[in-house]
């Protein structure tokens, strides 16, 4: 699992660390741009599954994924993997493409460390270019658990545990108490999060003196990134700025965060004043122009205002500051990763990062150090529109198949989370096992692995588990 990695020295002279996520196929669109001709350069999918020995492989190693994210209570009954190119979304324009998958276009998360301590080693946005030169930077990086989506991976990434210690094991569990969804990190609650995140161990360390400040544009990423503040034992209430889709401007859950109060009068609103359209598209709602390549000045005129108006890199203490830019995310589930939109969206999140770093140096100068990576990625195109799957249909399919009458089987399915709730005492009283609808699902062309709660819960507990609290952390 990735860690954040912070010399002693940057430590002692009370410098920066700013984290950045992004998703990954900034890197692979900006990589591409030199030589892109058309979508035939787009990343390869495997027209065909992949075969006798490779696919057993393959599929044993889907599993440990899923194994790594098993958390009791949590964890759906059937999980599913698409096949290679397929993928499975809802019947939404907003997300026309849908990552969440184990195969190379969503797991590959390139990871970037600059700064004046990173000794260097190893596109066509310069800023990340520029930055490129003078960092660390792994480009075989990948996501190692499942399903690849933002909480999932926000929350491994704050808390440098797997999903099956932290808790986050997609963007909704069931609640089979009270028979209905359970979105995680619903109004910023960060309770669900079960593992302390390095914000959290980085307050409690520096006695609260630290200035840690956590931004983000959907609440399922900012919130992981900002810990449980001051809803953890001995916690201070730490900045949580989360855009509201709904009224367009920065919130907070203030039970456990703060939100400054110059946040509080911007409004994503201002963005479209001078022309409701942006590429041919309508984006005057706080909704829909998160789907536009105007949001990331929104986001970065946010941080921004946060770097100048807080005391960071004021003191020997080194402060924290986490972002989620995210708008390549939702321009990418809209448009795809090799549109023009997106291509478009890159080249301002570029900019406006340049503004960031800028306004950064401005008040730390150099002593600071950048790590930059990603949650997940995102498919491209498929080579024929019936390789486009929607969950609702295969909850149909199944309740159809195995409970025709009632239609009750399925309780939920999220396509992001490739997990598929089933009510296991209707299951019971149909007189089926989970291995049933696996055997079903599996007949299905567009799936390439179904694995039932028990496999998985078996490949965990056979898995040696790698805890990252291993006797270093005096916060056991
Ligand atoms: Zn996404």
Avoid at 11 to 18: E, I, M, Q
Avoid at 180 to 191: I, S, V
């Amino acid at each position: 699992m990735r860690t954040f990695v912070v010399s002693p020295k940057l430590t002692a002279y009370g410098a920066v660390l700013l984290a950045l996520n992004l998703v990954a196929m900034a890197w692979r669109v900006s990589g591409q741009q030199v030589k892109r001709s058309s979508v035939s350069d787009a990343p390869r999918i495997r027209a065909t599954v992949p075969a006798g020995a490779a696919a057993v492989a393959a599929r044993q190693r889907f599993l440990e994924m899923f194994a790594r994210a098993y958390f009791p209570g949590r964890t759906g009954q059937l999980l599913v993997v698409p096949r290679e190119g397929d993928f499975i979304t809802r019947p939404d324009p907003d997300v026309a493409y849908m990552h969440g998958s184990p195969w190379k276009y969503d797991v590959s998360i390139p990871l970037m460390f600059a700064g004046s301590a990173v000794k260097t080693g190893l596109a066509s946005m310069p800023t990340l270019t520029a930055l490129r030169q003078r960092s660390a930077w792994f480009t075989q990086a990948e996501v190692n658990f499942l399903p690849t989506n933002t909480p999932v991976g926000h929350s491994t990434i704050s808390t440098g545990t797997d999903p099956g210690v932290h808790g986050i094991t997609g963007v909704s569990v069931y609640d089979r108490t009270h028979h209905r969804g359970h979105p995680l990190f619903a109004e910023r609650m960060p309770q669900d999060l079960m593992t302390l995140t390095l914000a959290d161990i980085w307050q409690l360390e520096t006695a609260g003196r630290a200035v840690i400040l956590a931004q983000g544009s959907i609440e399922r990423a900012a919130t992981p990134l900002a810990g449980h503040g001051a809803c953890q034992l001995n916690g201070t209430p730490v900045v949580l700025a989360s855009y509201d889709r709904q009224t367009g401007a920065w919130a907070t859950n203030p039970d456990c965060f703060l939100l400054p109060a110059y946040l509080k009068d911007r409004n994503a609103r201002t963005l479209w004043q001078t022309s409701a359209d942006w590429m041919g598209h309508r984006i005057d709602s706080p909704s829909a122009v998160r789907y536009s390549a105007l949001f990331p000045a929104f986001e970065a005129d946010a941080l921004i205002a946060m770097i100048e108006h807080e005391p960071v890199g004021e003191d020997d203490v080194t402060d924290l500051i986490l972002l989620n830019y995210k708008c390549a995310d939702f321009v990418g589930h809209k448009y795809g990763p090799d549109s023009d939109e997106l291509r478009a969206t890159l080249g301002e999140m570029d900019r406006h990062l340049a503004r960031m770093l800028s306004a950064l140096e401005a008040k730390v100068g150099a002593n600071y150090l950048l790590a930059v990576t990603a949650d997940h990625g995102m498919p491209s195109k498929p080579l024929s529109p019936d390789r486009r799957h929607f969950a609702p249909a295969i909850i149909d399919l199944l309740n159809e198949k195995f409970d025709p009458e009632a239609k009750q089987l399925i309780t939920s399915f999220e396509p992001e989370d490739l997990q598929i709730f089933v009510d296991e005492d209707r299951l019971k009283y149909l007189g089926l096992t989970l291995r049933d609808l696996a055997h079903f699902l599996e007949s299905q062309p567009f799936l390439f692995a179904v694995f039932t709660n028990d496999d998985v819960r078996r490949a965990a507990h056979a898995a040696k588990r790698v805890t990252p609290t291993r006797g270093r952390s005096k916060y056991k």
